[in-house]
């Protein structure tokens, strides 16, 4: 499964959500983070896509890191995020008694 935190924030936030990235705590052991990814976006500024893989019987753990590590930014002017979680197709099928 995955843990996707979809981040955006104006250009004029981009040095001060900068500055509180290079202060994060490492991702645990049991995640895997992949990005994040940023690009600009013609009406909302940047963008940021961070991936975090992990096994399912940590989701409870994964999610509060992710949603600590997306609060660390908060009193940053337009900073929002939102998180989601996301399952392979087979563990997907596997909820609902197909696999």
Not at 23 to 35: A, I, Q, S
Request: glycine letters at 10%; charged letters at 25%; a negative charge.
């Amino acid at each position: 499964m995955v843990i996707i935190g979809d981040i955006s924030f104006p250009q004029e936030s981009a040095n001060d959500v900068g500055k509180r990235f290079l202060e994060l705590p490492p991702v645990p052991d049991f995640m895997t983070l992949k990005g994040p990814y940023i690009k600009g976006k013609k009406e909302y500024g940047i963008q940021a896509l961070e991936i975090y893989e992990l096994d399912n019987s940590k989701v409870a753990e994964g999610l509060e890191f992710v949603t600590s590590r997306c609060v660390s930014y908060f009193g940053i002017e337009g900073y929002i995020y939102e998180i989601n979680v996301y399952f392979e197709a087979t563990e997907a099928l596997n909820m609902i008694g197909l696999g």
